[in-house]
């Protein structure tokens, strides 16, 4: 069974920072890319950041670029997000996700942009950024 566990979220003031944790299992953890997605109150879900099945590789929403850092240990099937320069407008709950594939695209079957490529889930931690 597929089950990928969040911690980490909490509440942060302006410029402060996170560091989210998902801890994967019932997969090999270094086949697939994996991502980060959020969804703030009120929100549809927003992907955040991808990084390839290996490390190497990793790709940034707009609204994130330079604040926040994606890695994984593929030693202790874990990925991370390194959230620095919190603003207020990062609140949300954040979710971990698999993505179907060691490396990913921005078109084809599985845009990695796309919320609905990704076929597992975990549940969730909130983060929230306010004074």
């Known amino acids: 069974e597929v089950q990928l566990v969040e911690s980490g979220g909490g509440l942060v003031r302006p410029g402060g920072s996170l560091r989210l944790s998902c801890g994967a299992s019932?997969?090999?953890?270094?086949?697939?890319?994996m991502s980060w997605v959020r969804q703030a109150p009120g929100k549809g879900l927003e992907w955040v950041s991808i990084?390839?099945?290996?490390?190497?590789?990793?790709s940034y929403a707009d609204s994130v670029k330079g604040r926040f850092t994606i890695s994984r240990s593929n030693a202790k099937n874990t990925l991370y997000l390194q959230m620095n320069s919190l603003k207020p407008e990062d609140t949300a709950v954040y979710y971990c996700a698999k993505y179907p594939r060691a490396t990913y695209s921005s078109g084809g079957t599985y845009p990695y942009t796309d919320t609905r490529s990704y076929d597992y889930w975990g549940q969730g931690t909130q983060v929230t950024v306010s004074s």
């Open positions: 990084i390839s099945s290996g490390g190497g590789i990793t």
């Open positions: 019932g997969f090999t953890f270094s086949n697939y890319a």
